[in-house]
């Protein structure tokens, strides 16, 4: 098995914005480079898929100049042959529950090994790539949301984790909900020195949060989305929440939405 603590892996993509669909941002010309009022997208895919899955909405979102999809670092294997990856468990054993689907049928009720390491893991992909987190909106799918809603609750716990710019939760769940409560919160996770929610995180305001779900979504179920949007409203961060009529997917109206929210990211940005 790989490292898990290895530097993650990743696929990068330009989008040339004056190829890209929808206006461009006020202030913001097709194609200019990054610097001034620039966005960087992270995409974070879903268990037993690879960075290559989210990559084609770069140029069907735009807005952003430079994409970046890091590998998750937990490969799958079954009888010696390569499923995809996870970004968390990280034991055989636990990979093989979750491959056949009952791994996940509590998630609120579990703390995964490996969600925070995944979380941190992202937090050094920016570092390393020398991107400013203020500029980065962080994009997850399924499990990759899993991990940047995990990356939202790290910045609550403390000063020296900073936030993102915004975070997309496109079709995700929330994961060991005792974890967002003030007293653990208060006290960090240990990761590194917690300096408590009173701080105000990372960046003093939070972010905004664009969440999306489909109803009929028969991998993570409707109630779990529901899960994890109440637990981010109850903690502060200013949400937008777009249930549609389908089952686990992107589809082009999440799409549009997605366009429509980054757009107003970049146009907020000094």
């Known amino acids: 098995m790989n490292d898990p603590a290895a530097p993650l892996e990743f696929l990068e993509m330009k989008v040339d914005l004056r190829d890209a669909p929808g206006d461009a941002p ?51 294997m079954v009888e010696g042959t390569l499923f995809g990856r996870a970004w968390f468990p990280r034991e055989e054993r636990e990979l093989r529950r979750a491959l056949y689907g009952e791994y996940f049928l509590d998630l609120p009720g579990m703390d995964p090994p490996g969600l925070t390491e995944a979380a941190w893991a992202v937090r050094s992909f920016i570092t ?19 991990v940047a809603a995990e990356m939202l609750r790290q910045g609550l716990a403390g000063r020296d984790r900073p936030f993102p710019a915004a975070a997309v939760l496109l079709s995700g769940a929330l994961v060991a909900a005792e974890r967002w409560s003030e007293g653990n919160l208060s006290a ?5 020195s917690g300096s408590g929610r009173e701080s105000g995180g990372g960046c003093g305001a939070l972010p905004p949060v664009l969440q999306a779900h489909g109803t ?17 409203e109850a903690v502060g961060f200013p949400l937008q929440w777009y249930p549609f009529e389908g089952d686990h997917a992107i589809p082009e109206e999440v799409v549009r939405r997605i366009r429509a929210f980054m757009t107003k990211i970049i146009e907020n940005l000094p």
Do not use: C, K
């Open 26 to 76: 006020d202030g913001a010309p097709r194609g200019a480079p990054e610097g001034g009022r620039s966005l960087t997208a992270v995409l974070l895919h879903g268990f037993g898929a690879g960075p290559g899955d989210l990559l084609p909405l770069a140029p069907l979102i735009g807005v952003a100049h430079r994409w970046y999809a890091p590998q998750a670092p937990v490969p799958i």
């Open 188 to 192: 960090g996770d240990g990761s590194e």
């Open 216 to 232: 009929q979504d028969r991998i993570l179920p409707f109630r779990e989305g529901e899960a994890l949007r109440e637990t981010l």
């Open 128 to 146: 390393e790539r020398g991107l400013d987190p203020s500029r980065v909106v962080v994009i997850g799918f399924s499990q990759g949301a899993m």
